[in-house]
């Protein structure tokens, strides 16, 4: 139980985070400071934070600062939020990328402020505290990046209130998190993207949209995603994912090769280590059969 | 509304057929051919076919004959059907891929038996009449091949048949649909299947499906499928199927050479134009948000 939250950045998932954190009495007090005023307003009337304030005020007696601003920005918060942190905050973020984002901000904040890096794997293709759920995290893992230096109480009281929110708290080394999400997460997106693209680049584009089922929606689901967020993660994340692109067309070459040999072998060996692996996996929660 | 329709091979195709035209009243009778006594035992348990027999018996009087049998043997069934077929009867596919097999079909059959390649787009992960769903066509695009050989009237009552199925009939050269399917359909199963492949070639595969959230599990969602059936139809299908990887390559390397150029133009274009594409589409009607 913490007694003043303050989250930087109420939009999904600072908005989902201050609903959780509201809803299920995690806080006594959420406050939200938030550059786009309609959104701030929006966030406390759907319950979101409590009140909205600028930076210096929020922090005002705050036990927990969480950075949830686009990743581009979490440092140049965290700069301006510096003269206003007290001893013993803890001060977290939920960015995609954590390598030099946790060795920034360890550089930057004196002894006595806890910083833990944050990543919550949930996430909808949706931008702003209007798609905000207070469930987005249920179930979902939790990853935090501690160091060396990580203070260990602040770890686990992180970790308490990531079990609050019904998520799975993880630990993890940022640079393993780094490459891992690229290979799970930002790899799979890229390729959404550049999957529609190859619809879109086809002279009969409209045709293809037509008979887009369900494997091509599903598959390309992401690929509706904000553009600039993923700039911005993939650029943050440049050399652990252009090494996961190179490791994909390793198998994407296996699969042509296959065709192009007519290698029965090879080409039902690839799909059938596919099947496998993607049969251990359970289905998206956040969606149901309609059955 | 048929007198009579026979569905060659009931597994999930030919079995949602069957629950849609027997829940539908659509033909008043419907018998199932199937070598599988399992598959049959169940397929007349839930009502997917009135009945059993072998294709002598069951042609017999028949106005419809459908081939849902997987797209390797859908030729050869044919080929046993033909003493059996009567003056008038028409005979469908549901084959992914139509090239190949409206050719043969055509010229294997004998003036006053009509063939028309057909190809409902939907389908789901699971194998068998144990999956089958009456819904599974409602809404989806059906379609359909023909050629300037294809009998008008035939063609005419598919169509209504289709409607009565709550799909969608839609008319395309088979050189068109055979192109479409590659890029819409068949590149992105391959797709999932390397993307899967790529994480479980990884050392640290256990650590990746542990993280894999909802925009992993969508994206590959399909690799899911049975490995025979899809290797069949990539084979089938294959220079359509290589020429659509080497499009989607194009597009891959788009996207890599913004990362490696840090060129946010050229990233961010691509990554805009997937979006518009992509926010065009309907969510799958198959899945429900949970909320």
Known sequence: ???????????????????????RNLANEVVGVEANKDNLDLAIRVGAVHSGATLAEALVGAELLILATPIGVALGVLEMALPYLSKGTIVTDVGSVKGRLVERAEAMLPAGIHFVGGHPMAGLEVAGVAGAREDLFEG??????????????ALTRLKQLIEGLGAKPMELAYQEHDQAVAIISHLPHLLAAALVNTVSADTKEQLLLDLAAGGFRDTTRIAASNPMMWRDILLTNRSQVLEAIEKF???????????????????????????????????????????
């Open 1 to 23: 139980m913490f007694n003043k939250i303050v989250i930087a950045g109420v939009g999904l998932i600072g908005g989902s985070l201050g609903l959780a954190l509201c809803k």
């Open 140 to 153: 979902a893992s939790y990853l935090l990046t501690p160091t060396e230096r990580t203070d260990r109480v």
């Open 249 to 291: 067309r390793e198998q994407l070459n296996l699969i042509e090769q296959g065709m192009l040999r007519f290698d029965s072998e090879l080409l039902v060996g690839s799909l059938t280590r596919a099947q496998n692996v993607r049969s251990t996996l359970p289905e998206n929660r956040k969606y149901c059969l309609r059955k």
